[in-house]
């Protein structure tokens, strides 16, 4: 069941937003060469917590990290630690708050120094095929014009759609349903009512869409080891549109 957030809510949700939102601000201006993974994740958990938030993910089904932080060829989950950033690199920062018991959830894949110009097409098309899924969001759509959009637009650029990882409902947990593949078919899938809250998240790889756990049990990564794209927002349907709840 798709849950409908109450007007207390949906501002419980905007001011995790907010502060989500407000974190991937902060965080941007360290993203640096020679910063550490785990350096960025102290960062993000001090800046959470004097918000008045804390990190959703911190513990979140046993996962270590304030944040996920993924680097190059890993998609999602990566394990904050000693790993340096080098110039070239891209890196993931997929931060969660929690504020008074609801969830912002967002997701931004940045440019660490100079990045080779193909690399910043696969960040900019990600980006765009995430607004692609968020533009057709209102109150009457099915589900799959969502996915069938964000799909649409990875495919023109001929981009790896991980078919594994899905966006979600999101409130008093991070997870909640309806899960929301990146790829469908228009007129399929649960109805959206106003007053539901969704995490829209594209994970899409350079080259193939075939993906590998690490042994750490938590990083996934391209098979091919090509780079892969996350961008994500937490957003509110309304009668005639969308509102992003985790503005940057």
Request: hydrophobic share 35%; charged share 25%; proline share 4%.
């Amino acid at each position: 069941m798709i849950s409908i957030k109450s007007n207390h809510e949906i501002e419980l949700m905007r001011k995790a937003g907010e502060i989500v939102g407000n974190t991937h601000n902060y965080l941007k201006n360290y993203i640096k060469p020679g910063i550490t993974t785990k350096e960025l994740d102290t960062l993000a958990n001090d800046f959470i917590l004097k918000s008045g938030a804390t990190p959703s993910f911190k513990g979140l089904y046993g996962f270590p990290g304030a944040i996920c932080i993924s680097v190059n060829d890993e998609i999602v989950h990566g394990i904050p630690g000693k790993r340096k950033l080098k110039n070239g690199d891209i890196v993931t920062l997929d931060i969660g708050a929690c504020y008074k018991g609801y969830h912002g959830d967002s997701a931004w894949t940045y440019p660490v120094g100079n990045i080779r110009p193909e690399i910043a097409e696969l960040l900019n098309q990600t980006e765009e095929s995430l607004f692609s899924g968020l533009s057709v969001i209102k109150e009457g759509i099915h589900l799959g014009e969502i996915s069938n959009a964000i799909e649409t637009t990875a495919r023109k650029y001929k981009l790896g759609i991980v078919k594994e990882l899905v966006g979600h409902g999101i409130g008093t947990e991070v997870h909640q349903q309806p899960d929301i593949p990146n790829y469908g078919k228009k007129n399929t899938g649960p109805i959206l009512k106003e007053g539901m809250t969704l995490a829209i998240e594209p994970m899409l790889n350079m080259g193939s869409a075939d993906v590998a756990m690490l042994d750490d049990d938590w990083t996934i990564v391209t098979m091919d080891e090509l780079p892969s794209a996350h961008f994500e927002h937490t957003v509110l349907v309304t009668k005639d549109g969308y509102e992003i709840l985790t503005k940057r």
